[in-house]
């Protein structure tokens, strides 16, 4: 993560345990970013349709007329992540590396602190519900069999 700032600076992060990465994309790129995620140790993902529009004035996604009604908006795929601190950024650069074309309409990526994470079946809070089975931990622990 960028190094913490003053909270009264314009730049300021807030600090946290957990962020959640939310990933706006195009919806043909979802496979690739979300095996490359897999590969890093990713396995809680929530995926959702969604549409929406962006600046894209001029582009070859703006669809005709320049009034934004709901039958221009363009189909995109939301794709929210929370994890640790430590893992956001490799975390965002999948994402990038993954769903970038460099063409308008690549999409975005917002950053949030996530106050706790809480497993419903065990009532785990903390590091504790944000560890999953696969996930990162388990994968540089030795014996672990990772697929
Ligand atoms: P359990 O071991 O009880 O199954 P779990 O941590 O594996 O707990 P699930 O119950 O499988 O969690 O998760 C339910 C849904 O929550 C997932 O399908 C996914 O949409 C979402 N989810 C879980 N963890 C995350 C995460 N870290 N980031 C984003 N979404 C998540
Ligand atoms: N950080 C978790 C782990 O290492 C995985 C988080 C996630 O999959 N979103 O188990």
Known sequence: ???IRAQNSPDYIPVANFYKVEAILRPWRIQK???ALLKIGIRGVTVS???GFGAQGGSAERQAGSEFSEDNFV???KMEIVVSKDQVEE????IIGEA???EIGDGKIFLS???D???IRTGERGEKGERMTGGRADMFSAGSSST
Request: aromatic share 0%.
């Open 113 to 115: 602190p996530v106050a």
């Open 1 to 3: 993560l960028p190094i």
């Open 33 to 35: 970013v979300s095996s």
């Open 91 to 94: 975390v965002i650069a999948t």
């Open 75 to 77: 189909v995109k795929v």
């Open 100 to 102: 970038r074309t460099g």
């Open 117 to 119: 994470v809480i497993r």
């Open 49 to 51: 349709d969604v549409r």
